[in-house]
């Protein structure tokens, strides 16, 4: 039996009435629908409801699902802990969920608890799902910093397993929208804040999932949205279903967006089976890309490429630009897959004779041997995007004044300790945010004076 229905909600601890003390009248029209929408499920009577939360347990490569028979959690953290609820968890969905992953060696399941109390992002929805159908069990699942598309598939392997138990289950993707959107509201005003909610609330109220992929990473971190994998997840667990959708309410009058979409589903529909599509379309962009590209990242790509295939090193091919053969300098090879870093390695100064040397060999560093990352593999080739900066020859500075973000990199030195960041990336806007990167991956204290070097660099696509 396929998902009875699905909702996206948010969870402002402010809308409980012990919680917020009058504040919540405030928001009465995302009351009003949030009532509305556990209406809706109170009518379905599921045995199950599955909630995604933005604030359960989270990891960077891994999609935690809460374990054991049972849960408890309150408000107390803010200020009604008479506001509590007990939870049995669906084992037996769960159970189906963890071995549809462990199937195809995808990265979820029980492992790595931190904390089994419920979370605000579960609280939330509980508390108004509660007085209208006390009935059935729930599943708690987390997000995590893996691409989109693995949001997507989580979602869908959610979907097979309740369709394979044939569970009547409803799911509920928790999450706020933009907390971006006021000067006077808690976390200050960012232009691409109300773009978002804006966005989102077009993409949501149509059900026009497609949509979701080309959400911008950079985009949704500086409009300081928590629901966008939630809403992911839910897509995929809708995967390859007509869905009627409804936008019930949008908010911001906290500074923060709350929005409130109902979807029913209304039969399979093979037209919307979304991953696939994006995957597609991707991989053939980044072909074009790749054709188009330059020397520079043409041989950092053949590099990387080779040695994860066939486990050697390239020879300095023929044919090259002569500036990459007369010419020695650092340089680093950046590696990006579906809009995340997936590794970066280089050279300040520089260490082979010439500088297709130097991308030789810190294409396959930061392909298999940067630490913060597993190695890559080869069924990821396809997804990658690869740019080479060059640098120039580091200059000593008195002070940051004579640092610009888009044009110079920084090299920040204390002691033994010394870290360096590029210029012009992605969300690093200011010379202050430039510093502060660089300090910690050297492990300089945030306070500690440093040795300030910059540096240009000539940018390859």
């Known amino acids: 039996m396929p998902i009875l229905a699905a909702f996206t909600v948010p969870h402002p601890p402010l809308i409980v009435p012990a919680v917020g003390r009058g504040g919540e009248a405030a928001v009465e029209k995302t009351v009003r629908a949030y009532e509305r929408a556990a209406e809706e ?6 045995d199950t409801v599955i909630i995604s939360s933005p604030h359960s347990v989270m990891y960077a490569d891994y999609f935690h699902i809460s374990p054991g028979e049972r849960a408890h959690g309150s408000f107390a953290g803010f200020g009604a802990p008479q506001v509590s609820f007990d939870e049995e968890y669906d084992t037996v969905l769960v ?11 995808f990265p979820a399941g029980t492992l790595g608890e931190k904390d089994p109390s419920l979370d605000h992002g579960t609280l939330v929805p509980l508390y108004f799902i509660r007085r209208r159908y006390t009935g059935g069990k729930i599943v708690r699942v987390g997000l995590s910093g893996l691409p989109l598309s693995e949001h997507y598939r989580f979602g869908t392997l959610i979907k097979a397993a309740v369709d394979s138990l044939g569970t009547r289950a409803v799911f509920v993707a928790s999450g706020d929208l933009s907390h971006k959107l006021r000067d006077d509201g808690p976390y200050g005003f960012a232009p691409e804040g109300p773009m978002y909610d804006e966005r989102i609330m077009r993409t949501l109220g149509s059900a026009r999932f497609d949509e979701l992929f080309d959400y911008d ?15 992911v997840i839910m897509a995929g667990a809708l995967d390859g279903t007509a869905v009627k959708s409804e936008a019930l309410s949008h908010e911001d009058v906290t500074g923060v967006g709350y929005g409130i979409c109902t979807f029913m589903p209304e039969g399979e529909d093979s037209g919307r089976r979304f991953l696939g599509t994006y995957l597609r379309g991707l991989e053939k962009k980044l072909s074009e890309r790749a054709e188009s590209s330059d020397a520079y990242v043409k041989l950092a ?17 023929d044919g090259l630009p002569e500036e990459m053969l007369d010419r020695r300098a650092g340089a680093f090879v950046s590696i990006h897959k579906q809009g995340q870093l997936r590794g970066c390695i280089g050279t300040i100064l520089p260490t082979c004779t010439s500088v297709a040397e130097e991308i030789i060999e810190n294409a396959v560093s930061a392909s298999t ?3 913060r990352f597993d190695p890559i593999t080869a069924d990821e080739l396809p ?16 002070s940051a004044d004579m640092l610009d973000v888009k044009r110079y990199g920084v090299i920040v030195t204390r002691g033994y300790k010394r870290g360096l960041l590029l210029p012009d990336l992605d969300g690093v806007d200011t010379v202050e945010e430039q510093i502060a990167i660089a300090k910690r991956k ?20």
């Open 383 to 398: 997804l990658l995007e690869i740019n080479v900066d060059v640098l120039g020859e580091p200059e000593d500075i008195p």
């Open 95 to 105: 159970k189906e969920i963890c071995a549809a992953a462990d199937s195809l060696g």
């Open 442 to 461: 050297a492990g300089i204290g945030a306070d500690e004076p440093v040795k300030l070097s910059r540096f240009e660099v000539v940018r390859h696509y």
């Open 41 to 46: 499920i109170a009518a379905l009577k599921p």
């Open 301 to 317: 790509r053949r590099s990387l490429e080779n040695y994860i295939l066939h486990g050697t090193r390239i020879t300095v091919p």
């Open 369 to 371: 041997k940067d630490p």
């Open 217 to 231: 990473e950079v985009f949704c971190n500086k409009a300081a949205e928590c629901g966008h994998r939630s809403f």
